[in-house]
Structure formats: structure tokens, C-alpha cells
Nanobody, 124 residues
Framework: QVQLVESEGGLVQAGGSLRLSCAAS????????IGWFRQAPGKEREFVAT????????NYADSVSGRFTISRDNAKNTVYLQMDSLKPEDTAVYYC?????????????????WGQGTQVTVSS
């Protein structure tokens, strides 16, 4: 079993930055691909970014490409999501998700383990 815990989100002004982290326990972290997803009120959960187990491959949604950066530190069992140039439309609950695979997936249905989510609010 895998436990994923996101760091606390927060309130930030448009144009600002925020870094989320996702700490994992319960299974060899380096065997997990990790994804970040988000869900705004009244909307479906959507893909944000993903990183392969080795960290060599990452993938981003078009809406965040060039503004968000996903990275991982396997020695610390942690994945990070650096969010820069934030926009009000980035406001959502952010979730990290994991799957035992070397491949990074964009599809929400590919992930087996989920964190509890953390609220990110971007004010205009």
C-alpha cells in the first residue's frame, strides 16, 4: 500500500508562485510514477503534470506548460510541483497520485494511489 500526503496549499495573488510537495510512504518510491491533478468546483478532475519513476520523463497539460515544473527527489520520497505565474483559473484542489510503473501517465484512471488533496486559491 502507498500513502501520499500533499503539503498545504494556500492563497496567492495572480502572478505569484507556490510550491506543492507530495510525500510518499509504504512502498519503494522510486518505482512509482507520480502525477498531479486538480479539480475546480463543478468541474472534473483534470491532469496537470506527471513524472516517471526515474524522473527522466515529465509531461504537462497545455494550460500549465511553461509555468509549472514537476520534479522529484527519490532520496526524500517526495515529488514537487513548482507553480509560477499563477492565474485565477489555476484555483482548484490539487491532488497527487501514484502508480507502480516506470511510465508517466496523463490519464486520471491510470493511478491507483491518491492523496487527500490541497486547496490552491489564486486571487485576481
Amino acid at each position: 500500500q502507498v500513502q501520499l500526503v500533499e503539503s498545504e496549499g494556500g492563497l496567492v495573488q495572480a502572478g505569484g508562485s507556490l510550491r506543492l510537495s507530495c510525500a510518499a510512504s509504504g512502498r519503494t518510491f522510486s518505482s512509482l510514477s507520480i502525477g498531479w491533478f486538480r479539480q475546480a468546483p463543478g468541474k472534473e478532475r483534470e491532469f496537470v503534470a506527471t513524472i516517471s519513476a526515474s524522473g527522466r520523463t515529465s509531461n504537462y497539460a497545455d494550460s500549465v506548460s511553461g509555468r509549472f515544473t514537476i520534479s522529484r527527489d527519490n532520496a526524500k520520497n517526495t515529488v514537487y510541483l513548482q507553480m509560477d505565474s499563477l492565474k485565477p483559473e489555476d484555483t482548484a484542489v490539487y491532488y497527487c497520485a501514484g502508480r507502480s510503473s516506470v511510465i508517466a501517465f496523463r490519464n486520471v484512471n491510470e493511478y491507483h494511489y491518491w492523496g487527500q488533496g490541497t486547496q490552491v486559491t489564486v486571487s485576481s
